[in-house]
C-alpha cells in the first residue's frame, strides 16, 4: 500500500510534474504487476491534461472537492487496500488547504513529497510545509526532492552538483551562506534528486501522454532496438524515420527511469515501513 502527498506552499516548484510523471514512472514495476495508479491533483486553477491515458487513473479536482478524495483515501488505508494514491497538490493556498483537511480528518499513514527548486527564498516554504506536516502527523515520513537538477544529458547527479546548485540548502563558505538544511535534516526520511529536462514537457504537450505509459509502452523496444530497428526497414523511409524519432524520446524516459534508482529505492523503503 502506498499512498503519498505531494505538497510545498509554493508554487510552480514540480508537485504536478512529480505527481504525475515522475512517481508513477517511478511505480511502472507495481504497475506491471497489476497494482492501480490513483493521481488525483487537488488545485483550483489547473485543470487535467492526462485524463486520456491507460497506465494511471488520474483525476483533477477543485479544492472543495477534496474531502470526498481524501476520505476514500483514508477508507484505502484503513482497509489496507493494495493501490498507490498520489495526492498532488497545487501551490500555496491550495496545498495549505488540503494539509487542513487532511489535519481535520486526522488522515494518518501518508508519506509526503515535498519538491524544491535551487532558490534559496524557498528554504521558507519547505520549512512552512514541515511545520504543517508536522501538525498532522508527528511520525509521517517526509521526503526532500531537488528538482530540476542542472546537469546535462545522461549526466549522472552527484553530490557536489547538488551542493553547489542548492546553496540555501547546502550553505557556501566563500559566500558566508549557512546550511540550512540542518534546521530540518532530522524531519527527512530522505533527499532525492530529479535532472531538468525537456522531456516531461515533450510528454506532456506534444505527446500527450505520462511518463509511465511511455515507459511502459516502449521498455522492451528500447532494450531490444537493435532487433526491432530491422523490423522497422520494411515500412519505408518515411516510417522508419518516424520510427526511429520517437524511439529517442522513450529512450530518454528509459534512461531517466534507470538514473532515478536512488529514489525508486528510497521510495520502496517508505512503503516496506507504511505497509
Ligand atoms: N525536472 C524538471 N525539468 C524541467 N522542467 C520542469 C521540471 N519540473 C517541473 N518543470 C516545469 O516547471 C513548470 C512547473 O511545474 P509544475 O506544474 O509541475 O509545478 P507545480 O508545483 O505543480 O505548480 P502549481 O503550484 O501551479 O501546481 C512546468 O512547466 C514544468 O514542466
Ligand atoms: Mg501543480
Redesign the pocket.
Known amino acids: 500500500m502506498t499512498n503519498l502527498a505531494v505538497v ?1 506552499t509554493k ?7 512529480i505527481g504525475s510523471m515522475i512517481l508513477p514512472l517511478l511505480f511502472a514495476e507495481e504497475r506491471r504487476k497489476g497494482k492501480s495508479i490513483r493521481v488525483y491533483e487537488i ?1 483550483d ?2 485543470k487535467s491534461i492526462f485524463a486520456e491515458n491507460s497506465v494511471i487513473d488520474f483525476q483533477t479536482i477543485k479544492v472543495k472537492e477534496a474531502e470526498d478524495i481524501l476520505d476514500m483515501v483514508q477508507m484505502d488505508i484503513d482497509m489496507a487496500e493494495n493501490v498507490i494514491n498520489i495526492i ?1 497538490c ?2 500555496g493556498n491550495d496545498t495549505v488547504a488540503v494539509l487542513n483537511y487532511i489535519k481535520e480528518i486526522k488522515l494518518q499513514g501518508l508519506a509526503y513529497v515535498i ?1 524544491t527548486n535551487d532558490d534559496i527564498e524557498q528554504l521558507n516554504n519547505i520549512k512552512q510545509t514541515i511545520n504543517l506536516i508536522r501538525s498532522i502527523d508527528k511520525n509521517a515520513k517526509i521526503v526532500l526532492v531537488l ?2 537538477v542542472a546537469v546535462s544529458e545522461n549526466q549522472k547527479i552527484t553530490d557536489d552538483i547538488l551542493k553547489r546548485q542548492f546553496i540555501g540548502l547546502y550553505g557556501d563558505d566563500s559566500l558566508g551562506i549557512d546550511r540550512g538544511l540542518d534546521e530540518f535534516k532530522k524531519e527527512l526520511a530522505g533527499i532525492a534528486a ?5 522531456i ?2 515533450i510528454l506532456k504537450n506534444l505527446k500527450k501522454t505520462t511518463a509511465a505509459d511511455r515507459y511502459l509502452e516502449e521498455y522492451r523496444t528500447v532494450d531490444n532496438i537493435t532487433e526491432v530497428r530491422k523490423g522497422w526497414i520494411s515500412d519505408g523511409k518515411e516510417e522508419y524515420l518516424k520510427r526511429m524519432k520517437e524511439y529517442r524520446i522513450s529512450k530518454k524516459v528509459v534512461d531517466l527511469y534507470d538514473n532515478l534508482e536512488d529514489f525508486r529505492n528510497l521510495l520502496k523503503g517508505l512503503t516496506n515501513e507504511t505497509k
Open positions: 510545498n508554487g510552480g516548484v514540480g508537485k504536478t510534474t488545485d486553477n489547473n498532488d497545487g501551490g519538491p528538482n530540476r530529479i535532472p531538468n529536462t525537456p516531461f514537457g
